[in-house]
């Protein structure tokens, strides 16, 4: 596609449910990050994948929250057990390569746990 | 632990002044130094970037000034304009690793 493309763009749950957040790379997009946007907090580094290698989960802040890519391309942030603290902007971006220089990044899912 | 420091928090100008962010940061392996703009409802979108092997880049009424010995950098937003009004994120990486991001400033600028 042109852009990255994130889904949904708007998601209200209850406390305690589970979420999908799907990202779309831009395609021959290698690397794909997610981050984490919380007012008045910048981005927050969750968790990045570059081609076949293992990915660097290290900024996933529990175990409640884990991401895959299937095919190197589409990737899915999962959620389990929401909190309400999990409520912010949930980013991806995808770069030609890990390190090629800026990131694109989609438009975010807005989650909101009541 | 903030990896790097931005200010100020919010901004505002009058239209055709100048915009300046300053950015801050301690990890001297950092080699790359990206600023974001980002409006309401979009994601962040790369306006302007340096490499600490020169001490200013201009593109179009954006500069970014790098100062490697204070570890320091800046945007600077020349003739600024109302269509500017966003955030701006100062960012910071090295050896392509994830980018570390500073709080962001929310600039006004009155027409």
């Known amino acids: 596609g042109a852009g990255v493309s994130q889904s949904p763009s708007n998601k209200v749950t209850e406390k305690g449910k589970d979420v999908e957040l799907r990202c779309d790379p831009i395609s021959g997009h290698t690397a794909l990050y997610w981050y984490r946007q919380s007012l008045g907090q910048g981005l927050e580094f969750l968790i990045y994948?570059?081609?076949?290698?293992?990915?660097?989960k290290s900024g996933l802040p529990s175990d409640r929250f884990s991401a895959e890519r299937t095919g190197g391309s589409v990737s899915t942030l999962t959620i389990q057990r929401t909190q309400q603290e999990d409520s912010a902007v949930y980013l991806c971006?995808?770069?030609?390569?890990?390190?090629?220089?800026?990131?694109?990044f989609g438009s975010g899912t807005r989650l909101t746990v009541v | 632990q903030q990896q790097v420091k931005q200010s100020p928090q919010s901004l505002i100008v009058q239209k055709g002044g100048i915009s300046i962010i300053n950015c801050a940061y301690e990890n001297t392996a950092f080699d790359y130094f990206p600023w974001y703009q980002q409006f309401p409802g979009k994601g962040p979108a790369l306006l302007i970037a340096i490499r600490p092997d020169v001490s200013e880049k201009k593109e179009g009424r954006f500069t970014i000034s790098f100062n490697k010995s204070a570890k320091q950098f800046s945007l600077h937003i020349m003739d600024s304009q109302p269509g500017d009004s966003a955030t701006y994120f100062c960012?910071?990486?090295?050896?392509?690793?994830?980018?570390?991001f500073g709080t962001g400033t929310s600039l006004t600028v009155i027409p």
């Open positions: 960012a910071a990486s090295y050896s392509g690793n994830q980018f570390y």
């Open positions: 971006a995808s770069s030609w390569r890990q390190g090629s220089g800026g990131y694109t």
């Open positions: 994948f570059q081609g076949n290698s293992a990915p660097d």
